[in-house]
């Protein structure tokens, strides 16, 4: 299995639980990254966007003030937005086919239920790295390609996605259209955690 060297990786955690923040940054930190920043609320989010860069945000479906999944909506669509490209886990306990989908209609790159294993987020950052999505732009979503053979180097959608609506205009962005981090490229003999050690999040 190949590896990465993900100790370059910065990653923003949102969570309002200050004990799934320090759950989450062990377990990151067990995978070797060390550049890690958290926030409690979507305001703090928007300033570590700014002042943190992250490359990955890990954000909770449940915030006290306000949602994750609103959060990445804004994320995606504000004019301001600190990084529309921004990949985006969301963690969540909820599994329902319908929250999954209203997950990946906010712009979420990838979705990770709880309780959850060093090894269950460790092989989200790797399909982060290794299944990386086009972005498409409409009228109504920017966001990750919501179908999951939308990956970068994917044949080319035909222009037109069709809705129930009628006919919308799809603009997919290119690789060279898209930012994409340098730390989420770094090949090395990493292949993730020993142990799952305990589940988190149960």
């Given amino acids: 299995m190949t590896g990465y060297v993900l100790h370059p990786v910065r990653v923003l955690i949102v969570d309002d639980s ?63 937005s600190p990084d529309r490209f921004l990949p985006v886990i969301l963690v969540t306990g909820h599994t329902e086919v319908s929250r999954v989908l209203r997950a990946r209609d906010a712009g979420v790159t990838e ?7 060093a090894r269950d987020l460790y092989a989200r950052i790797r399909a982060l790295i290794e299944s990386s999505r086009t972005f498409v732009d409409t009228e109504t979503f920017f966001g990750p390609d919501r179908r999951r053979d939308g990956r970068v180097g994917a044949e080319p959608w035909g222009g037109l996605e069709r809705r129930s609506s009628g006919p919308v205009e799809m603009i997919r962005l290119s690789p060279s259209d898209q930012p994409r981090p340098a730390a989420l490229s770094g090949r090395a003999p990493n292949n993730g955690p020993d ?5 988190v999040g149960a």
């Fill in 195 to 199: 142990h799952d050690g305990g589940p």
């Fill in 111 to 117: 979705y990770l239920a709880k309780p959850f294993t």
């Fill in 18 to 80: 200050a004990i799934m923040r320090h759950l989450m940054r062990g377990i990151l930190e067990e995978l070797g990254i060390r550049l890690i920043a958290d926030a409690a609320t979507p305001v703090e989010a928007w300033n570590r966007l700014h002042a943190f860069r992250p490359d990955i945000m890990l954000c909770d479906w449940e915030l006290k003030s306000g949602t994750g999944l609103a959060f990445v909506q804004w994320l995606r669509g504000a004019a301001d």
